[in-house]
């Protein structure tokens, strides 16, 4: 987790040996914000609230994007969580910080003060992408009001179950792919969106685009990784080649870049086992392996 820390004053930086991490301070505050705000997983303000408030203002954009945003005050008798307490993990950040500071925790969101689970928590904690985050506030009010709520968790593309569904999805399934050099980026995005639909599999449960290592570098496969965050893994042809099962085999392929198939292969050392096989589509070729339901 990569947490920066910004003191308003020396008082707010001499706390930096019990946090554990580094305090910058004599930093222009929107500046520093303006720098960090995209890159860091959580920011902590040590010093006035107002000042951080109006620091963040020009960049939240919503709970699931934004990162954790705490503030204490320079005496270290208050840390309060004020952005993406849930998902961002805000809350839980500013309980460490006042189990190491002895600073007086501050949190706010209805649910932890009603001792009920946060549905989004869950979500982040089980590795679940949540498809509509709109639903959050609906299914919390009612978890809050004591009504039943209506969760959907599934690697399929299902119709809702309920009025109000929040649907989760478990980020189980590793994507493997091959292509020749130089293919379209936008190409690229539209032939695995269509193998993912085609398949009734949603985008947001993959969690990791897998390749051989020949190519790390193809624009396509990296555009698409840095678009939806995923990691790419990338194997060397003995190591794909070593991997026991049943694969689909091409001798050009193997010609090529020294092992028979990548996608299958690629696909099963990130994820484990093969659920879709070789799709092939305009000089690509594409398969998916992890668990899912049903």
Not at 26 to 52: N, R
Request: charged share 20%; glycine share 10%; net charge neutral.
């Amino acid at each position: 987790m990569i947490v920066r820390a910004i003191a308003f004053t020396q008082a707010g930086q001499a706390w930096e040996e019990k946090l554990g991490f580094p305090v910058e301070r004599g930093v222009p505050v929107k500046k520093w914000t303006q720098e960090h705000f995209a890159s860091s997983d959580a920011l902590l303000y040590i010093g006035a609230c107002g000042i951080a408030v109006r620091a963040i203002a020009p960049y939240v954009k919503d709970k699931l994007s934004d990162p954790a945003v705490i503030v204490m005050d320079e005496m270290g008798r208050h840390v309060i969580p004020l952005l993406s307490g849930h998902v961002g993990g805000a809350n839980e950040l500013a309980l460490d910080i006042a189990a190491r500071t002895g600073a007086s925790p501050v949190i706010t969101t209805a649910t932890d003060l009603r001792g009920l689970p946060a549905i989004d928590v869950w979500a982040v904690k089980n590795d679940c992408a949540i498809e509509n985050p709109g639903a959050i506030k609906q299914v919390s009010g009612a978890l809050l009001a004591g009504q039943r709520i209506g969760v959907a968790i599934s690697e399929r593309t299902i119709k809702p179950p309920f009025p109000v569904t929040l649907t989760l999805r478990p980020r189980t399934l590793a994507l493997g792919a091959g292509c020749k050099k130089g293919l379209d980026e936008s190409l690229f995005e539209e032939r695995v969106r269509e193998f993912l639909d085609k398949n009734g599999v949603s985008l947001l449960s993959v969690r990791a685009l897998a390749t051989i290592d020949l190519k790390q570098n193809e624009a396509a496969f990296l555009r698409f990784c840095e678009k939806y965050r995923l990691p790419l893994l990338t194997y060397s042809a003995e190591e794909l080649k070593a991997l026991p099962g049943v694969f689909a085999h091409s001798d050009f392929v193997e010609r090529t870049v020294g092992v028979g198939n990548v996608c299958e292969r690629a696909a099963a050392m990130a994820g484990g086992r093969l659920l879709i096989g070789k799709t092939v589509s305009e000089g690509l070729t594409l398969a998916l392996a992890g668990e899912m339901d049903g």
